[in-house]
C-alpha cells in the first residue's frame, strides 16, 4: 500500500535538546511538506520540497531545519532554538508541488516537552 | 484577521441530521479545499474545487468565487462522520508551491 508514514507518534523533548521527527513516503511524490497544527489555529507550513536536495522555508521556519537526501525521505529537526515546540506534526507529500493539486497527509507525530 | 475563516467553530447534529459547514475566505485563490482530520490525528483530502459543485456519496462540496465562500454539506449524518473539517485555499499569489492557506477547523460531533 503506498503512503505516507511520521514515526515517532509520540515524542518528548528535554530542554536544550534537539529532536528529529521522520517522514517516509512511498507515493513517488517529488513534493514534501511540514506542517505545525496548534490548538484552535490552522495549520502552518514549516518547511516544504519540490525536488531532492532543495527544500524552501514556509511561514515559520525559525528553529527548525530539514534535508532531502533522498525522494523518500524528509526528516525535520526541533532545535533547541524552537522556544515553544509542543504541538502537532504533520507531513504532507504531493505530486509535483504545483497548482492544483491533492496532498496527501502522515498520522501525525505529537511533540511534547518535558 | 484570518484570511479563512470556517464556521461554526463546534457543531454537534443528531444522527441523520443534514450538516452545513462554511468557509469564508478574503483572497483570491486557485483552488480551495475541504480536507477531514480523524480524531487520531490523521488528514484526508475530502475534496479539490475550482468552481461550482462536487458530490461524493453523501458528501456534498459548493463554491461561490464571487462571494468568496465554500460550504461542505453532510447528507444523512452519521457519528462516523464526527471529525474536523478544514478549509484550505490555494491563494492566486502564492506561486507554484507556495503553500495552502489553513481554516481553523470546524469540530463535528454527531450523536447516535
Not at chain 1, 56 to 64: L, N, P, S, T, V
Not at chain 1, 83 to 93: D, G, I, M, Q, V
Not at chain 2, 58 to 82: C, G, M, V, Y
Amino acid at each position: 500500500d503506498g503512503g505516507i508514514t511520521q514515526s515517532p507518534k509520540y515524542l518528548f523533548r528535554k530542554e536544550g535538546q534537539n529532536v528529529t521527527l521522520s517522514c517516509e513516503q512511498n507515493l513517488n511524490h517529488d513534493a514534501m511538506y511540514w506542517y505545525r497544527q496548534d490548538p484552535g489555529q490552522g495549520l502552518r507550513l514549516i518547511y516544504y520540497s519540490q525536488i531532492v536536495n532543495d527544500f524552501q522555508k514556509g511561514d515559520i521556519a525559525e528553529g527548525y531545519s530539514v534535508s532531502r537526501e533522498k525522494k523518500e525521505s524528509f526528516p525535520l529537526t526541533v532545535t533547541s532554538a524552537q522556544k515553544n515546540p509542543t504541538a502537532f506534526y504533520l507531513c504532507a507529500s504531493s505530486i509535483a508541488g504545483g497548482l492544483l493539486e491533492t496532498q496527501y497527509f502522515g498520522p501525525g507525530t505529537r511533540l511534547l516537552v518535558l | 484577521k484570518n484570511e479563512v475563516e470556517q464556521s461554526p467553530q463546534n457543531l454537534t447534529a443528531q444522527e441523520g441530521e443534514f450538516i452545513t459547514i462554511n468557509c469564508s475566505y478574503s483572497v483570491g485563490i486557485s483552488a480551495l479545499h475541504w480536507l477531514q482530520q480523524h480524531p487520531g490525528g490523521g488528514i484526508v483530502s475530502l475534496f479539490m474545487l475550482s468552481s461550482g459543485k462536487k458530490k461524493h456519496g453523501r458528501l456534498i462540496a459548493t463554491i461561490n468565487i464571487q462571494e468568496k465562500h465554500s460550504s461542505l454539506h453532510i447528507t444523512a449524518s452519521h457519528p462516523r462522520d464526527s471529525a474536523v473539517y478544514i478549509c484550505a485555499v490555494h491563494p492566486i499569489s502564492s506561486g507554484s508551491a507556495r503553500q495552502l492557506t489553513f481554516g481553523s477547523g470546524t469540530q463535528l460531533t454527531v450523536l447516535p
